[in-house]
């Protein structure tokens, strides 16, 4: 039923994990990814006792009584607060693990930003193995993003991967089973949610929170089109918030140019971070991506119009993954579907 493997007299299953700014994901071999949640967790102010975790502490942002606060462990790619992001992936982790595997084998592999810490990467390993595992890997995210694309990162064909999460933007370029180059850039959704909330202040006079914001972004955010797209293209919502003046709620009609031009400048670090990874991969590999593009995951790759746009500034095709929200779990489900062809890939 879980897809295990006999191993002496004993089971194992295997795990993979997208330990992400914005969610966690979770795929257990043989049934697939099992909870997608935020990566939120709710504490108590007083002693930082753990409430809630992922989508029960994410509807609590700006909720919250004194005694309890929401907060994201993970911010910009950096774990702010070691204990509580060990806290929280062991408790999603128990969700999976649960007592039914209790005394059996577990490997779990977590797909994790370049630009993680040594002590950043011995708390990821210690909450596992609180949760239950027997073994831990880690997995660069651009290789896992790879992976989940259906790439052969084991091949020297190179592959530049632009994962664009909820606090950094990860490039990779991927070839011979290694990350011959590897970057990550503290621009993503997060940043863009913020840039949208300033710009409600700053123009409106509105006071909105990052819940908000998001929801602002999925429904407006687009990159514009050269020559526009005119006043009959034009989107409208209402949005809700506390006016900065009379400290009343009220609400306003907020237009898409209102965001696409509240998005410039994240964007805009984003296709930099982009040119200066074209300029600094070698030219074997440069040919490559030149003949089969650049490949955009994450969430961050769902705003309409960033592909053409990079197309447009690199000179090089580029294309959004399919289902790009998944694609780092379904690479780390391919390095325990078969962990001895993918093992020289983990640490």
Known sequence: MFGFIPVGKRFSTAIGVDLGTGNTLVHLRGKGIVLNEPS????STEDRTVRAVGLEAKRMLGRTPASVEAVRPI????????SLVEEMLRLFLKRVIRNRLAGLRVRVVVAVPTGLTALERRAIRSSALAAGATEVHLVPEPIAAALGVGYA???????????IGGGTTEIGVVALGGLL???????GGDRI?????AHVRRA???????P???????????????GGDGA???RVVEVRGRDLVSGLPTRIALRSADVREAIQEPVQQIVAGVLRALEATPPELAADIIERGITLTGGGALLAGLDRLIERHAGVPVRVAEDPLTCVVRGTARIVDDFDRFAALVA
């Open 75 to 82: 911010r910009d790619g950096v774990i702010a607060e070691v």
């Open 232 to 234: 009959e293209g034009e």
């Open 212 to 226: 908000t914001a998001e929801l602002v972004k999925i429904q407006l955010g687009a990159i514009e089109e050269e």
């Open 153 to 163: 990162v084991d091949t020297p064909t190179g592959h530049m991967l632009v994962g």
């Open 40 to 43: 939120v967790v709710a504490v």
């Open 193 to 197: 949610d913020r840039a949208i909330a």
């Open 181 to 187: 180059y590897g970057a990550s850039i503290r621009v």
């Open 204 to 210: 409106y006079g509105l006071l909105i929170g990052e």
